[in-house]
């Protein structure tokens, strides 16, 4: 096995360690226990165990940037909307053991874990809050505070996916990308408005001088 696949092997354990026992009841013995490798094996990859959860958030926050394409105002709105919320549900329903973990966490024991959770929250809020702003710029978002937006948008989403990944609330992913996709049109979305033709309006008549006799 090579470095990079013992890495992401590592990567796995951790995370499965983390959504089962909670980061902080983890230790790295249980992440070597459950990738079958030696103590000394971890620490050639990783210094400790808040290292390994802090390349998981950032490979999460990564994917779900690469997630949410620019919309193209010329082709089908409806469609490019949609493929964005389904990427995201795929990132998130894809890795539901880190999910959960992101959805379940509880502030108070350890300040530095929970500034890294802050601070992937706050980063989606930046990631959709400009999307949003290009929005607004294409006519397909209404005006408004696009922070309000993004953290309303961010509380929705989260309730959504906690419900699928720790109620087994399991709603069928296509469902849950037109339900989105729904709620957010009878919010801030304005696809109507940006589909209608534009309204011409009629030349006004020339007016002609008479000929005098």
């Known amino acids: 096995m090579d470095k990079a696949e013992r890495r992401l092997e590592l990567l796995r354990a951790a995370r499965d360690v983390f959504a089962t026992k909670g980061y902080h ?25 808040r290292s390994v959860f802090v390349e998981l958030v ?3 926050f990564s994917r779900l940037g690469a997630a949410i394409l620019t919309v193209d105002t010329q082709g089908d ?12 549900v795929a990132v998130l329903l894809d890795d539901p053991a880190l999910t959960q973990l992101l959805l379940s966490f509880a502030p108070g024991l350890d300040p530095a874990f929970a500034a890294k959770i802050r601070s992937f929250y706050d980063g989606v809020k930046t990631l959709l809050r400009v999307s949003l702003d290009e929005g607004q710029r294409l006519g397909i978002v209404a005006e408004g505070d696009t922070s309000m937006y993004a953290t309303f948008t961010v509380g929705a989403l989260k309730e959504i996916f906690t419900e699928s990944t720790d109620r087994g609330q ?10 989105i996709f729904r709620l957010l049109q009878r919010g801030y979305l304005r696809i109507d408005r940006a589909l209608e033709p534009p309204v011409s309006v009629p ?4 007016k002609t001088r008479k000929k005098s006799a």
């Open 170 to 179: 399991a709603w069928p992913r296509e469902q849950l990308v037109e339900q």
């Open 25 to 49: 009841a983890a230790k790295v013995d249980d992440i070597v226990a459950r990738a079958s490798v030696a103590k000394g094996t971890f620490y050639l990859y990783f210094p400790d165990k």
């Open 203 to 206: 030349p006004k008549p020339r």
């Open 58 to 60: 950032d490979g999460l």
């Open 77 to 88: 709105i409806e469609a490019q909307i949609k493929h964005n919320i389904r990427g995201i």
